[in-house]
């Protein structure tokens, strides 16, 4: 089975813990990801605006550990196509490449939502089948936040890096009152 190729726009590389998930996700193969030179220097300039704490060096670094630890995930030479697409700006979930007849899914974040300023996003991910996932990113004002964090620092984390808990969708629904995962 072909591992999805997926594009990741600057919004889900710029907070660092989506980020951090995402890059886990590519080492297991569960997609492999692309980007544009042009993409990282969009997250790498919007993290210098909000983070002064941070220097572009430090940024250039992990720019470089993410482009020499992702197989080819550099895209280049896909300018030509651009003028050819014709989406609006806030319409672009799924891009078909002209050059190889593939669909690359285009992972963004929320329309319209900035990443907070206190308060770490929470990913839920509902596995639908092999490598296949459905997501919500869960920000610090949503409703099922504060009770997502409890569970989340109450139980036990599994794995190395991000704190990550396994459960199923009978406890999700009674930790979240109608969460569209829990189906």
Request: charged share 25%; net charge negative; glycine share 4%.
């Amino acid at each position: 089975m072909n591992t999805p190729i997926v594009i990741l726009d600057a919004c889900v590389l710029f907070p660092a813990p989506l980020r951090d998930f995402l890059m886990h996700l590519c080492v297991l193969d569960v997609f492999q990801a692309r980007w544009t030179n042009e993409i990282h220097a969009e997250w790498i300039r919007n993290v210098l605006k909000i983070r002064p704490d941070l220097t572009e060096r430090q940024l250039k670094r992990t720019r470089d550990l993410m482009n020499r630890h992702v197989r080819d995930c550099l895209v280049g030479d896909y300018q030509f196509l651009i003028d050819k697409l014709s989406l609006p700006d806030e319409v672009r979930p799924v891009i078909y490449s002209e050059v190889n007849k593939n669909f690359k899914i285009e992972v963004s974040s929320r329309l319209g939502s900035n990443y907070p300023d206190e308060g770490k996003p929470i990913i839920v991910l509902k596995e639908v089948g092999v490598r296949n996932f459905l997501y919500m990113l869960i920000l610090p004002d949503d409703e099922p936040f504060s009770d997502l964090r409890e569970f989340l620092e109450n139980n036990p984390s599994v794995g190395k890096g991000l704190n990550r808990v396994i459960t199923d969708s009978e406890t999700l629904a009674g930790i979240w009152n109608n969460c569209p995962l829990a189906v």
